[in-house]
């Protein structure tokens, strides 16, 4: 009887360390550099964009990621603009021998800050304002295997929100799993 009870005990941890193996989370980290081409309330530009982001892998095909984007920094005659967003959002994955193909869905919160002419000739003055937005995020790429741990990324991402705000930006990542 104690030798059932010992191989039962030794199933049972055997299937635990097995599900612990299956359910161990993956981390990435990712630094990415794009090209962003932005509206806000009648203005618009391109500019040279940045972000940082965390990923978690949630289930086999999907990831959540949190990360910060810096969208624009812009400077003319005057006026200045910067933009920049914090958002959540889950990737859905397909992978292959060379990589992952994903969708990302997500929610942001961009601020916008600007200072512009707003005087006349004999009186000038400048007004600001910061901003923040609610909005809404959509991205399309590809992780492309470097190596075990590193992948390059190539992403398209639309995010669009309150005040006739949107942005496209196309970018060119490295990421970096921790597991």
């Not at 932005?38 to 965390?54: L, M, T």
């Not at 200045?80 to 859905?92: C, K, M, N, S, T």
């Not at 991205?139 to 309150?162: A, C, H, K, P, W």
Request: proline share 1%.
């Amino acid at each position: 009887m104690k030798q059932y009870l010992w191989i039962a005990g030794a199933l049972v941890a055997g299937a635990l360390v097995c599900f612990k193996a299956e359910a161990a989370p993956e981390n990435y980290g990712l630094v990415s550099v794009g090209y962003t081409d932005f509206e806000f309330d009648g203005g618009s530009d391109r500019e040279v964009a940045y972000s940082v982001a965390y990923g978690h892998k949630i289930h086999r095909q999907w990831y959540a990621e949190a990360g910060y984007l810096n969208l624009f920094d812009y400077s003319d005659d005057g006026a200045e603009a910067e933009g920049e967003a914090l958002y959540l959002a889950v990737l859905g994955k397909a992978s292959s021998t060379t990589g992952e193909l994903f969708y990302k869905l997500g929610v942001a919160r961009v601020d916008v800050a600007a200072t512009i002419p707003c005087g006349t000739e004999t009186a000038s003055a400048s007004c600001s304002f910061d901003n923040g937005i609610a909005a809404g995020l959509i991205g399309l790429g590809f992780d492309y295997y470097v190596s075990q741990n590193s992948m390059v990324r190539f992403e398209y991402t639309y995010i669009g929100g309150e005040d006739s705000f949107s942005t496209n930006m196309l970018s060119l990542g490295f990421r970096y799993n921790f597991n």
